[in-house]
């Protein structure tokens, strides 16, 4: 793709949206300053090109969990495709756009695994060459790169959270359409900013929440520091779309679906969410230990940093290379080890020092610590702001802010597990990690002896976290899995009883005939290309909240006359409630379990699978 294509010349001034509707130009001048790399855009742009071939190749067909909320996307986009309509046939918790885009591809291109293949791929290379566009208002073509390296790494993480087959498409159309309409304020295209806003809206609510933010913090500083002006024309071009594309479009589902079971059922289910929060309430605890956690991984990265820098320095003005020179790097050493040591006999912060460790072992220090640099940032750009300093970033103030204001958010979400494995983190981290390359520049700029050592940083942060994901996490997915929707890979363990699960349903019941899979497995619709018989594809903990509502679920099997029903072997005990039909939804079990006229296992049903883990074991039940 051309530098032209991604918008690559000198940014616009604020004040001007392209179109000819904008106030007052200003010549802005390249944040990033003179450029000191020799790299054009043209080589860069093929570098991640030839990364984003190699970690395709390399984790071919191994995206995603699709037994579970993955292979649950699909099927809603299938019945979407088949005339459905998202919350009102079939309970869906996101915005629109990800879903019906993602159906409007299993119209033209077929309903498959490939099609998925295909359209996680191009969403992927959307994000990442929006990410470049935007860290190029910042940064020479080497450095944005190499920050675009680590996107493309974190995207490809080889956890159920990944942007080639994520559990949800809102989430990775929610980070695009925030980067697009961060890269439309830096190109000055206000109007265009408004309409990404807008189709945020129609994805994740906190993306939503975050870049809407993002706009109003562009506008106060418009006024604050720039052309008072042109503020307000400034916000009605921002607010309208932004307000008005979820408003028009999230109005029609209300109309078809009912405004009640639209909000309270499906994009907030009330019910749901004050049983489901519980299990991510370690993402962002706000307790003190935590936040001492966040300080403790922000401390050991700086240290390192600031250690290596120290050391480049001093072994360059040194007339020799010494041990001597070294003096911070082994400082830095005795103090961790010396500091690890405490932890450990006194036995304080132990949660939090063994989550750092193994954050370590797994190379994600360099992204745990992500929130803390948020949080730093939007500090400092605080106290600045009031003072009416210079920005934090360097660069314009509007923009700057905007991308400040994006960032710390999001590193909230999930500031206690940000990392590939434990969060919805991958989904957030885009921003963080260009404010991490821009303040390393930054640094660079006034010490020229430590741009090789940030440039390095870069390079070396997104070649541990695709390590990581190769080696530690792809690797398990060894297995292929046959369906009639086509092939993917999964683990060892599971890759037997899922194609037997398949198999069984394939044999046991037409393509007419609904089938319910239970308690998480909604992506079994898919794979054996069977409807749903409930509303819901997934039975979580929280979802059939009432004996009223599962007496309802149980009457929708009867009336659909369903004959076979599929239960996943899986642990809620995070939850609070291990067993489907036992410690939850035990009126819907117990019908399964008196209805059924012959009972077979798939796998094994010894050790149920918890979290994003495909399951290892199925009870098929054929009902009478």
């Not at 050493?333 to 954050?359: F, K, M, N, Y």
């Amino acid at each position: 793709m051309s530098s032209t294509l991604l918008g690559l010349s000198a940014p616009r001034a604020a004040g001007d949206d392209g179109d000819g509707d904008g106030g007052e130009a200003r010549q802005q001048a390249s944040p990033s300053g003179p450029s000191h790399s020799h790299l054009r855009d043209g080589p860069a742009i093929a570098a991640l090109a030839v990364c984003f071939a190699a970690l395709t190749a390399l984790t071919w067909r191994r995206w995603g969990v699709p037994e579970i909320d993955a292979g649950a996307e699909l099927t809603t986009a299938d019945l979407v495709k088949h005339g459905a309509v998202a919350y009102k046939d079939v309970r869906y918790y996101y915005g629109p756009l990800g879903l019906y885009s993602l159906a409007l591809a299993f119209k033209l291109l077929g309903t498959s695994f490939t099609t998925a293949y295909a359209f996680g791929l191009a969403q992927t290379a959307a994000i990442v060459a929006a990410f470049y566009a935007l860290a190029r208002q910042w940064l020479d073509p080497l450095p944005a790169s190499l920050a675009s390296m680590m996107v493309l790494a974190i995207g490809f993480s080889g956890t159920a959270f990944n942007f080639i087959l994520p559990h949800t498409d809102s989430a990775t159309f929610g980070l695009l359409f925030l980067l697009l309409a961060l890269l439309s304020l830096a190109r000055g295209r206000l109007l265009w900013a408004g309409i990404m806003a807008g189709l945020t809206g129609l994805t994740r609510p906190e993306f939503y929440a975050v870049i809407v933010a993002a706009l109003a913090a562009f506008t106060f500083a418009t006024y604050r520091f720039e052309n008072r002006t042109a503020a307000i024309p400034t916000a009605w071009r921002l607010a309208l779309p932004a307000v008005a594309i979820p408003s028009v479009v999230l109005g029609w589902f209300a109309w078809q679906a009912g405004l009640n079971t639209l909000i309270t059922e499906n994009l907030w289910p009330v019910k749901f969410i004050a049983v489901g929060a519980k299990t991510q309430h370690s993402w962002m605890p706000l307790t003190a230990a935590s936040l001492v956690g966040l300080a403790l991984r922000a401390a050991i990265c700086v240290g390192v940093l600031a250690a290596v820098v120290k050391s480049a320095e001093r072994l360059r003005t040194s007339r020799s290379a010494s041990i001597v020179a070294l003096w911070p790097l082994l400082a830095l050493a005795a103090a961790l080890i010396v500091a690890d040591g405490l932890l450990r006999a006194s036995g304080v912060l132990s949660a939090q020092r063994t989550a750092i460790e193994l954050e370590s072992r797994h190379l994600m220090l360099g992204m745990s610590w992500l929130p803390a640099l948020g949080f730093a940032v939007a500090a400092v750009a605080a106290v600045r702001l009031l003072r009416r300093g210079r920005s934090p970033l360097g660069g314009r103030w509007p923009l700057d802010l905007a991308l400040i204001v994006a960032a710390a958010p999001l590193g909230l979400r999930a500031y206690n597990a940000f990392t590939t494995e434990g969060s919805y983190a991958p989904y957030y981290a885009a921003p963080l990690v260009l404010l991490l390359a821009i303040v390393q520049m930054r640094v660079a700029e006034r010490r020229p002896a430590a741009r090789p050592v940030m440039i390095g940083g870069l390079a070396l942060l997104a070649a541990s976290f695709s390590a990581y994901a190769l080696g530690g996490l792809y690797v398990h997915d060894n297995t292929l899995v046959h369906s009639p929707r086509g092939t993917f890979m999964t683990t060892a363990a599971a890759a037997p009883a899922l194609e037997g699960a398949v198999r069984a349903i394939d044999a046991s019941t037409n393509g007419n005939e609904r089938i319910l899979a239970a308690p998480v497995d909604g992506g079994l619709y898919f794979m054996a290309d069977r409807r749903p018989a409930l509303y819901e594809l997934s039975l979580l903990p929280g979802l059939l909240a009432s004996p009223a509502e599962e007496a309802a679920a149980v009457a929708r099997l009867r009336g659909e006359h369903v004959k076979l029903a599929v239960i996943g072997a899986r642990d809620f005990s995070a939850w609070g409630t291990p067993t489907f039909g036992v410690d939850y939804a035990p009126l819907l079990g117990s019908y399964l379990r008196g209805a059924a006229r012959h009972t077979t296992t798939v796998g094994t049903l010894r050790q149920p699978a918890a979290g994003t883990n495909p399951s290892r074991g199925f009870t098929v039940m054929r009902l009478g």
